[in-house]
């Protein structure tokens, strides 16, 4: 049974530049969570999709947009980057009625430049 | 709101002896309460987790935590560290299944543990 999958695992993007990060969640999970760690810190809710549908939205501007797909896989897109961007961002996958119980993918590591 | 404070951003002890990794929570609604693991450059492992119940949690590789709520901590404990318990370590809380933050884990700022020989 896989986990949780990210694509890619690195990326170097420049300023000003778009980005888009993928996840594939666990098997049978139904809901996907983005967060983003910076280094050094915890990290930090971004969004939340089911059922191809943003639910829950943390403290994050719109340059930060996301979408799920029927296969309940998902992407996170960045535009309009900023060197602030830089960090480790991690995708979490539960199902929706079992939200307190989230498996982390390995993430992908962003540095904008 | 909810919000987390791990005491120590860096915990050191030696092989076999007790560890305690601190972690203070604020929440306006019940909170369910969360620990997890990161190993250089993987993602989180959840070790424990407190929903509802019994407030002495047991988790994977021997560690456990104590929901105290008159206290607002969750700290967590292992009798005996071993050298590959090295790693940072994560406090999170979130509502509760019902609350308007269910499902969104708020994470303190990290613990990184040194475990020496």
């Known amino acids: 049974d896989a986990g949780v999958t990210q694509s890619p695992t690195h990326l170097i993007k420049t300023r000003g530049q778009q980005v888009t990060l993928r996840c594939s969640p666990k098997?049978?999970?139904?809901?996907v969570s983005w967060y983003q760690q910076a280094l050094g810190q915890g990290p930090q809710f971004i969004f939340q999709?089911?059922?191809?549908?943003?639910?829950q939205r943390g403290n994050f501007p719109d340059r930060f947009s996301g979408h799920q797909f029927p296969n309940y896989s998902s992407e996170l897109n960045v535009n309009a980057l900023l060197l602030g961007d830089s960090a480790l961002y991690l995708c979490?996958?539960?199902?929706?009625?079992?939200?307190?119980?989230?498996?982390f993918g390995p993430g992908t590591r962003l540095l904008v430049l | 709101a909810q919000s987390v404070t791990q005491l120590g951003s860096h915990v050191s002890v030696s092989e076999g002896a007790l560890v305690l990794l601190r972690c203070n929570y604020s929440?306006?609604?019940?909170?369910?309460l969360f620990w997890y693991v990161q190993y250089p450059n993987q993602g989180l492992q959840l070790l424990l987790k407190y929903t509802t119940g019994a407030t002495l949690v047991k988790g994977i590789n021997g560690f456990e935590a104590e929901f105290k709520k008159s206290e607002t901590s969750f700290h967590l404990t292992k009798p005996s560290a071993h050298m590959s318990d090295a790693a940072e370590y994560f406090c999170?809380?979130?509502?509760?299944?019902?609350?308007?933050?269910?499902?969104?884990?708020?994470f303190g700022q990290g613990t990184i543990l040194t475990v020496h020989p």
């Open positions: 929440s306006s609604v019940p909170p369910y």
């Open positions: 979490a996958s539960s199902l929706q009625a079992i939200q307190e119980t989230q498996y």
């Open positions: 098997s049978g999970h139904d809901t």
């Open positions: 999170a809380v979130s509502a509760q299944a019902g609350g308007t933050s269910y499902g969104k884990l708020t």
């Open positions: 999709y089911y059922e191809e549908e943003e639910r």
